[in-house]
Nanobody
Framework: QVQLVESGGGLVQAGGSLRLSCAASGRTFSGYTMGWFRQAPGKEREFVAAISWSSGSTTYADSVKGRFTISRDNGKNTVYLQMNSLKPEDTAVYYC?????????????????WGQGTQVTVSS
């Protein structure tokens, strides 16, 4: 059974940085795409970034391009989201997700497995 466990959220001032981690277990993820999504109160879940586990190809939402970096560590079965130059509008619960297939999808309905989420709060 696939398990995704996020960690690394917290409270940070605007302009600061955080690194989120997603520990994946339950199967071999070489044929999977991993994604990060976020959901702020009263808003829909939105795409942040995705990475192909096998090729390392990445894609980002325009709102985070140049500030966030998604990466993976094959040996640790872990995906990271490095978040720099954080803004108050980045405040949300951040979710890790996985889907079988190498195509980088940005729609949350394309993902099959989800973590429990980790809260990120950016103060102004």
């Amino acid at each position: 059974q696939v398990q995704l466990v996020e960690s690394g959220g917290g409270l940070v001032q605007a302009g600061g940085s955080l690194r989120l981690s997603c520990a994946a277990s339950g199967r071999t993820f070489s044929g999977y795409t991993m994604g990060w999504f976020r959901q702020a109160p009263g808003k829909e879940r939105e795409f942040v970034a995705a990475i192909s586990w096998s090729s390392g190809s990445t894609t980002y939402a325009d709102s985070v391009k140049g500030r966030f970096t998604i990466s993976r560590d094959n040996g640790k079965n872990t995906v990271y989201l490095q978040m720099n130059s954080l803004k108050p509008e980045d405040t949300a619960v951040y979710y890790c997700a996985a889907r079988l297939g190498g195509v980088l999808r940005s729609t949350y309905t394309s993902y099959d497995y989800w973590g429990q989420g980790t809260q990120v709060t950016v103060s102004s």
